[in-house]
C-alpha cells in the first residue's frame, strides 16, 4: 500500500508539471519582440538548453529584432539540431515513450517539436542574418536548406501526416467500445474546426514561396543570375496577377541574357512583415465517453488558431504601394488542418485514458481521498499544447524601386516610418519588420 | 534446432542493422552498391576521392602534354562555389589538387592573388615596407616581380536528392571544376564528377 501512495504521489507530481499550456508565455514573447528587449539575461544562450526548438526559434527572433545576428543564428543552430537529433532521428522507442506520456499527461510534457513551417522559415531567417552579416557563403547554404526542405514537405509531409493519422487509428481501434464512441465524437469537433477555421485559406500544397522569393533575392545579390531567375519565375507563375512580381520577373529576365555587361540600374526591393502570425488559444469541450457501459461526460481541451491584428495595411514609396505576396496565416493554418485528425485522436485517446485510471482509482479507493487528488489532477493536465514560434508575421508583401540614393518610406496614412541614404551602386533589400504600428524594425542589407 | 533458431534471428538483426548504413552506388537505375558509405553528407572521403580523380583527369587532359618545369603554368584559385545545403570547408577539395598540380612539374599556384583576396597577404604587405627606414630597401621585392597566373580554377559543389521508389532517397553530389586561360578566356579544362549515395532520409543530410 505504502507503494502505491508513493507512486501515486509522484505520478501526481509528474501530473502538475503538465499544467502550463504556455499561452502566458507564448504572450511574453510577443511582448519581448514588440519592446525590443534585448538585455544579456534574456538572450542568454542556455536558456535554449529546456525546450530547445520553443525557445531557441523565439530567442533566435528576438536576437534578430535586437539585431544580434549572430546570436539570433546560434539560436536557430540549435533549434535546427534539436529537429534533427530529437525530432527527426529519435528511435522507435523514445517515440513510443513520448507518445504514451503525452496520451497520459498533455503534450507540453515533452519538448515541442515544431512544425513543417517553422524549419523552412528558420533556415530562410538564418540566411538574411548571414546576409546581414555579410557572410554570403553561408547565407548561400541556409538559403539552399530552406529550399531544400521546401522540395522535402512537397514529397514527404502527405506520407508523413497518413502514417500519423493510420497509427493513432489503429492503437483506438483495440478498444472497439471506446472507438465506437471515439467516432461518435469526431462529428461536434470537427463542426467546430470547420467554423474555427472558416477565415483561412489553407493551402494545398504547402509552398511557402515568401522563402522561394527571398532565395531568388539572396542569389540575385550573389550573382548567380540565372538560379535567381529560375526561383523568381517560380514564385511569379504561382501569382500571375501580381504586378509587383511580374515587374521584378522582368528585371531579373535581363540578367540571364548573354552580356558582358549587365544593366547599369541598381534597385531597392522592400520586404514588409506586417504583424502577427496567428496564434494558438485552447477551447473546451465536454463529450460523452463510454466506459465498462456507463456513459461519461468529460470536459476535453484542444487547440485551435486565432488570427491577429495586421501592422499597416501596406507601405508606400516613390508613389507606389507594397503587395501582398503570402499570408502566413493561411501556411499556418493549412499544416494545422492536415494535422488535426491525428491531434483530435491523440486529445481523445488521452482524455479516455485520464478518465478511465480516475475511474479505477475511485473505484478501489474507500476514502475518496485519492479519487478526489486524481480528479483535480485531471482538471489540472486537461491542457492544450499552445506552443508556436510567435515571431512570424501574418503577411509578407513586396515592393521594388528604383536605387536613386535615397529612400523614403511611408506607412498607409502618409507618415514616414524611414529614410535613409543609399549606395547608387548597389542593390538593397529593405525589410521592414513591423509588429504593430510604431513598432518597426528596419533591416538594410546590401549587395556586397 | 533452438539454437539455429537463435543464430538466425541474430543474423537477421545483424542484417537489417548493416542495411541501413547508406551505400555508395553507380546512381543509375540499376543501383548499383558500390560499398557503404559514411554518412549521407559529404565527407573526408568523398573529398579525397574526388580530388584523386580530378588531378588524374586534368593532368591526361592532352592540352597539358608538352607542359614541364621549364614552361609551367601559373595557377590562381577562382571562385569555388558551395551550392549544397552543407557546410563545406572548399579548400578541403582544392587544396589536394592545387598540391598535387605542383608536384606534376606542370603548374604552379599563386598565393599572391585568388577570388575573394589572396591566399597569403604577405606578398603583397612586403612591399607596402618599401619606404620604411627600418628594412634594409635592397632587401624588398621590386615592382613588376609577381607573377600573373595563367589560369584560374573555379568550380561549384552541387546537390541533389531524389526520393527513390524503395522509399529511401538518394544524395547526388556533383563535382565541376573549370580551369579557364585567364589570357583568351577559354576553358581548357572541365571536368564533373558525381558521387551517389543511398540511405534512410529520415531528416537532412547536414
Partial sequence: MKLFYSCFYLFVLFFLSACSNHANVNFFYEKAFINKQCNEGMLALNKAEKDTIYTGLNLASLARVCKDYEKSNTFFDKAEEAYKYDVDLQSDIQKTTKNFSEILLNDTINNYQGYFYERIMLNTYKGLNYMSLGDFKNARVEFNRALYRQDRMKEYFYDYIQKAQEEYQ?????????????????TPIYKQYDNLL?????????TNIYATYLSALFFFFDKDYIKAYDLLKEVALSDIKNTQLQKQFQVFEKFTHLKTNFPQQKYIFIVYEDGFSVTKEEFHLTLPFIFNDNLANISVAFAYLKSRNASYKFLQSQGEKTQNLIYFDDIIASEFKTLLPSMVMKTLASSALKTSINLAIANNDSTGFLSFISTVSTILINKADLRMWQALPKSASILMLKNEGLVKIYDNKEKIIFEDELEKDKNYILMIRSFMPNSNIVYKIKEQ | MKKSLFFM????????????????????????????????????????????????????????????????????????????PQRIDTDKLTAKITIALRKSGKFIL???????????????????????????????????????????????????????????????????LILTDLNSGLAFWEDEKTINK?????SVTW
Avoid at chain 1, 171 to 186: G, R, V
Avoid at chain 2, 116 to 129: C, P, Q, T
Avoid at chain 2, 146 to 167: C, H, M
Fill in chain 1, 170 to 186: 489503429k492503437e483506438l481501434k483495440k478498444d472497439k467500445k471506446i472507438y465506437a464512441s471515439f467516432q461518435q465524437n469526431l
Fill in chain 1, 198 to 206: 472558416d477565415a483561412f485559406n489553407a493551402n494545398k500544397n504547402y
Fill in chain 2, 9 to 84: 534471428f541474430f543474423a537477421l538483426l545483424i542484417f537489417s542493422a548493416c542495411s541501413s548504413q547508406p551505400k555508395y552506388t553507380d546512381g543509375k537505375a540499376s543501383q548499383k552498391v558500390q560499398g557503404d558509405a559514411l554518412t549521407l553528407g559529404l565527407d573526408r572521403e568523398d573529398f579525397e576521392k574526388t580530388a584523386e580523380d580530378m588531378i588524374q583527369s586534368l593532368l591526361n587532359d592532352p592540352a597539358f602534354a608538352n607542359l614541364n618545369n621549364s614552361n609551367r603554368k601559373v595557377v590562381a584559385i577562382g571562385k569555388i562555389i558551395n551550392d549544397t
Fill in chain 2, 110 to 176: 599563386t598565393t599572391a592573388i585568388a577570388a575573394g583576396g589572396a591566399k597569403d597577404n604577405l606578398s603583397h604587405d612586403v612591399r607596402d615596407l618599401r619606404d620604411n627606414e627600418e628594412f634594409n630597401q635592397n632587401s624588398i621585392a621590386k615592382k613588376g616581380t609577381l607573377l600573373a597566373p595563367n589560369f584560374s580554377l573555379s568550380g561549384k559543389i552541387r546537390q541533389d536528392t531524389v526520393k527513390l521508389y524503395n522509399g529511401k532517397i538518394q544524395t547526388e553530389y556533383f563535382f565541376h
Fill in chain 2, 198 to 202: 543511398t540511405g534512410k532520409g529520415k
